[in-house]
């Protein structure tokens, strides 16, 4: 009986807890999708029948079966659900990825207007058309970037465009274990990326009735910049309707030193201004009407109206996943109003999760969805942790607005501060002063105007809200580049292992969600995560996927092969090894030697050398005869006898490199190790023997 009782005592605790366990539901969900995109090989048809049969029976058992039984039977079937979701999403998506470089025409409508890394134009086109490619192998949606002036084109969502462009299917991670850009594109059903220098001609004006909430985004920005200057402008009206078309790469850069780039998303903070301010409008506005007043519920009113806005304002902005987050928030919260419930809670969180990891499962790995919900969590949990009671007591009226402030951004950026370091590989060392002097001016001025701007404008009346915006954000851009021109304004963050903010998540929310003692079970993976954040350490040699840039650890961090070229390789290469230093000044420093074409090195005993160019092919022979290991940014026809080399029909097939120097010696990781719905089509290859290996 003894031993019965401690089998059951982890039902029996969860049987008591029940009440609180609903936001576990979600936190399971999000497990099973996350295992989902952790296996590296694609699951099969019977892990899903497998999962289905997990997710009936459990059903079953937790509308049927013993009461004590129940909280595990839906914890098993929500893991099982997760698991499903991402699944039947990844399937559902699965598009044409090009599977060789094009060059040549290409054909399609304008649905996205944006910016790259190098601040060219780029535009994002569906219904594409390519020379001599097949419909059945040609991508949905391709990205095209401008690398040339094109005065005589003003491009609009809905144009039919016709350019000549170079064009090759969305690249993987720049290392093994990084961030998959390939897979990101393969659920946006992207399925090229390029560039083009030659001009881009209109082929057809919009049709009537076509892509009508881009255009009417597109209309809206060119309203806002014709009445506002410069690059105030072009902040407001992203932050206003999420075209950020004109803003330019410089001041991103200073919103993302300043920890200030959450001003500039269409985020929750942006839609809870918004939709407070509109609903404080209408709820005080038509309480000052006694007719109305008398007759009508003011409150309820001014929720569905809300409702409504909130809505319009999450197609305008296009639906980024905090939007949504925040918009599925915002509806419960409404919701409960009509129903004079409570609703700002861990459930209406919950609520918001459950519905975006079974509809977007890819969204939990999207670094918005992770900070967004980890400082709605923490500041939810936070509040309620304060007796508003005693704070009311102790502190003046006058003071609450700054103390709710204060402690909001302090929050916020505490939990999400993990989240950016991990992703971005910086902490904003002033980003709690930034917002400070920031977060109000969005809140009173920015999205109020906005809104009143909005309502005046088919009245002409609009220049006067609009020119409120344009001081307001031209305050937000004068903190921005003040505190981004800071010393030490940005502290570099390597990155973490790969199991590091899984095991601080859940150690996070295990704290947070469960009752009584046994949450402190919590700040063991939380605190050990931490603790491990470097222990993995980083790659001693990295190889691009087209062998055109090598990273190489020196004693002065990482050496680049090359001053240019290969340049987002580089930029996170040197990202996510906590450095700050650029492509030339990371090229200068000591460990290759030799030509441009020819950089010779060590690796952990053994001579290595990177050839590229004319000067690289013709130095192939002499490398392989000296015993070297080649890494030669061609494709070789015939291999030289005896040689160790790695060209670029191998990288085609293996993709990045990574080269780990340990104790029993040097150890090889791969892009191409794992095998996923969204990974480039390749065969085995086998890579050089190294003494040392």
């Not at 400082?375 to 009671?389: H, K, N, P, Q, Y």
């Not at 190889?543 to 840039?549: A, F, P, R, T």
């Not at 002065?556 to 996510?576: C, H, I, K, Q, T």
């Not at 005993?605 to 490398?623: H, I, M, P, Y």
Request: proline share 6%; net charge neutral; with cysteine.
């Amino acid at each position: 009986m003894a031993w019965g009782r401690v089998l059951l005592w982890p039902l029996t605790a969860l049987q008591v807890s029940r009440g609180t366990l609903f936001p576990w539901t979600a936190v399971l969900v999000g497990c099973g999708v996350g295992l989902w995109f952790t296996v590296t090989n694609e699951p099969g048809t019977g892990s899903y029948s497998l999962a289905g049969l997990i997710l009936i029976a459990c059903t079953a058992l937790a509308l049927s079966g013993p009461d004590l039984g129940r909280p595990l039977a839906i914890a098993l079937a929500a893991l099982a659900a997760g698991w499903l979701a991402a699944g039947i999403r990844a399937h559902s998506v699965a598009s044409p990825m090009l599977d060789f470089r094009y060059y040549g025409p290409v054909q399609g409508r304008i649905i996205d207007i944006d910016r790259s890394h190098s601040d060219a134009l780029r535009l994002t086109l569906d219904q594409v058309v390519l020379r001599e490619v097949a419909p059945g192998r040609t991508p949905v949606k391709v990205r095209v970037s401008l690398q040339g002036d094109n005065p005589w084109l003003a491009p609009a969502p809905g144009q039919t465009v016709i350019l000549t462009a170079s064009l090759s299917a969305p690249e993987g991670p720049v290392e093994p274990g990084a961030f998959d850009f390939r897979r990101m594109a393969f659920f946006e059903q992207l399925g090229a990326v390029g560039y083009t220098r030659t001009p881009v001609l209109l082929l057809d004006e919009p049709q009537d009735g076509a892509l009508p909430i881009d255009r009417l985004r597109r209309y809206l920005t060119k309203g806002m910049l014709d009445h506002m200057d410069g690059q105030a402008g072009a902040f407001a009206a992203g932050a206003m309707t999420g075209d950020r078309s004109a803003i330019t790469e410089e001041t991103v850069q200073a919103l993302r030193d300043s920890s200030l780039a959450h001003l500039l998303a269409i985020s929750g903070m942006n839609l809870a201004f918004l939709i407070a301010f509109v609903f404080g409008l209408l709820r005080y506005g038509l309480a000052l009407v006694p007719y109305v007043a008398l007759r009508l519920n003011t409150k309820k009113v001014a929720a569905v109206v809300s409702l409504g806005v909130a809505f319009f304002y999450l197609l305008l902005s296009g639906a980024n996943v905090a939007t949504e987050r925040a918009f599925i928030m915002i509806a419960v919260f409404l919701g409960a109003v009509l129903l004079d419930r409570r609703a700002l809670t861990l459930r209406s969180v919950a609520v918001a999760a459950l519905v975006l990891l079974l509809l977007l499962p890819e969204s939990l790995l999207d670094p918005g969805f992770q900070m967004s919900f980890a400082a709605t969590i923490a500041l939810i949990t936070g509040f309620g942790a304060v007796d508003r009671s005693i704070y009311l007591q102790k502190l003046p009226r006058w003071a609450m607005p700054l103390f709710t402030l204060v402690l909001s951004s302090l929050i916020g950026g505490f939990a999400t501060a993990p989240f950016a370091a991990a992703h971005f590989n910086r902490f904003t060392d002033y980003g709690l002063i930034a917002n400070l002097l920031t977060v109000p001016v969005m809140g009173a001025i920015i999205m109020p105007a906005g809104a009143v701007a909005a309502l005046l404008a088919p009245f002409g009346l609009a220049a006067v809200p609009l020119w409120v915006m344009e001081q307001g954000a031209r305050w937000i851009l004068f903190i921005a580049h003040w505190i981004a021109g800071l010393d030490g304004a940005v502290t570099p963050i390597p990155a973490p292992g790969p199991w590091v903010l899984p095991a601080f998540t859940l150690g996070a929310l295990w704290l947070i969600l469960w009752h009584g003692r046994i949450r402190l079970v919590g700040l063991l993976p939380l605190v050990t995560s931490l603790a491990l954040w470097t222990a993995q350490g980083r790659p001693d040699l990295l190889i691009s996927g087209d062998g055109k840039l090598l990273g190489l650890v020196g004693p002065e961090g990482r050496v680049l092969s090359s001053a240019s070229g290969g340049g987002f390789s580089a930029e996170n290469w040197l990202m996510d090894d906590g450095d700050l230093a650029d492509q030339p000044t990371a090229a200068a420093r000591d460990g290759f030697t030799g030509p441009k074409g020819e950089r010779w090195f060590m690796l952990a005993g053994e001579k290595a050398v990177a050839l590229s160019g004319k000067t690289g092919e013709k130095a192939l022979g002499d490398a392989c005869a000296s015993g070297a290991l080649a890494i030669l940014a061609a494709k070789v026809e015939t291999t030289p006898k005896g040689c160790r080399l790695i060209d670029q029909a191998t990288l085609r097939e293996t993709g990045a490199i990574a080269f780990w120097i340990e104790d029993d010696g040097i150890r090889i990781e791969t892009v191409a190790a794992a095998r996923r719905i969204w990974s480039r089509p390749a065969h085995v290859v086998k890579l050089p023997k190294l003494v040392n290996q």
